[in-house]
Every structure is written in C-alpha cells, then in structure tokens.
Antibody
C-alpha cells in the first residue's frame, strides 16, 4: 500500500518561499507514475500545482509556473515543492498525490497524502 | 485554459439516485476522473477514466462521459455519501479540476 506524507513549515512570511516535501513509502518513486502537488484554499476547491517524473521531467500549472519548482530525490524516495514570492492567496492545504498511469497517460490521482496546512502571514 | 463546470450543490433523498455533472468543451474526448472529499479529509478517487471504479469503491458509483458533459451517478444514496465531489481532466499536460459539487443526502 503506497503512502504519502507531506512535511514542511506551517507558517511562511509574505514574499518568502514555501517549501514542502512528500515522502513516499510502500512503493518506489521511480515507478512509472507521475507525482503531483495539489492545493486547496480554506473553504474552496482543488487546484493542481504541478507534477514530476522520476527522471526529473516536470509540468506546472501555467498560472503558477513562474513561481513553482518541483524536484525529486530518488535516494530518499521523495519529491519536493518550492513556491516563491508567496502571498496570503497561497494559504491552503497542500496535498501530494500519485497519478496512476497504469492504463495510459493522463491518469487519476489514486493515492494522496493527508495534506498539510500552510499559512502565509507575517 | 480549459475549464470544467460543476453545479455548486446537488440534493438527493436517501436511497435515491444522485447525478453530478461536469461540463467542458468536448469533454467526451478526454479521460475524466472523479473524487470524493469528505470534510477535513483528503480526496479519494471514486471513478477513473470516465467509468472505472478503483478497488474498494462500491458499485453504486458509476460514471459516463459524452459530448460536452461527464456525469457521476450515485445509486441508492447513503448518508455516508455526503461529501464534495470533484471532476478532473488533463489538458495539454495540465491538471484541471472542476469547482466541486456539494452532495447533500436528505
């Protein structure tokens, strides 16, 4: 059973950089799946941030692309998110998730972390 | 950018059938995935690739996709089905979620 666990600071100052890590257990990050970040502002819907493949290839939401960096550490079986120049609008629960491509590209997210709340405030 | 439109809320009587729609331009040409999110919890995949159920999801959950509308159908609705439901597709290597639908079981 694959499990994902987000970790990182729960409070980030405005104009700073949000940094989160997602540890993968019960499976290899080098499997044929993509690994994504999704966020959810309080009381609002889901927003896809971006994804990474174990090769290092990435895709990002065009609305966030200039501020997003996603990286992978295969030796630690984890991947990370950095979001720069944050404002209060970036306050959200951040989830990491696995995109299952067993049946082809553009699969659904079959495993999710429990989510971590990141608040942007001084 | 590609947009998905969902009704804000849907109500269903206990034991009846609920249908939640997801509209998008020619969405029938895309793979649609559906998620259930209960209060304070992470989303759970309930339908993938239009109409497939992951292991552990009851047969009461089904999906269809044609033209400009995809539909999640929940048969014999139970109190435990009360949740927010989101549709999701991929467009030009970008993940896109619908705005979400709150399902109320009366």
């Amino acid at each position: 059973q694959v499990q994902l666990q987000e970790s990182g600071p729960g409070l980030v100052k405005p104009s700073g950089t949000l940094s989160l890590t997602c540890a993968v257990s019960g499976g290899s990050i080098s499997s044929s799946n993509w690994w994504s970040w999704v966020r959810q502002p309080p009381g609002k819907g889901l927003e896809w941030i971006g994804e990474i493949y174990h090769s290092g290839s990435t895709n990002s939401n065009p609305s966030l692309k200039s501020r997003v960096t996603i990286s992978v550490d295969k030796s630690k079986n984890q991947f990370s998110l950095k979001l720069s120049s944050v404002t209060a609008a970036d306050t959200a629960v951040y989830y990491c998730a696995r995109e299952n491509v067993t049946y082809g590209p553009e699969g659904g997210f079959d495993y999710w972390g429990q989510g971590t709340l990141v608040t942007v405030s001084s | 950018s590609y947009e998905l439109t969902q009704p804000l809320s849907v109500s269903v009587a206990l034991g009846q059938t609920a249908r939640i729609t997801c509209g998008g331009n020619n969405i029938g040409s895309k793979n649609v995935h559906w998620y259930q999110q209960k209060s304070g919890q992470a989303p759970v995949l309930v339908i993938y690739r239009d109409s497939n159920r992951p292991s552990g999801i009851p047969e009461r959950f089904s999906g269809s996709n044609s033209g400009n509308t995809a539909t999640l159908t929940i048969s014999r609705a139970q109190a435990g089905d009360e949740a927010d439901y989101y549709c999701q597709v991929w467009d030009s290597s970008t993940g896109v979620f619908g705005g979400g639908t709150k399902l109320t079981v009366l």
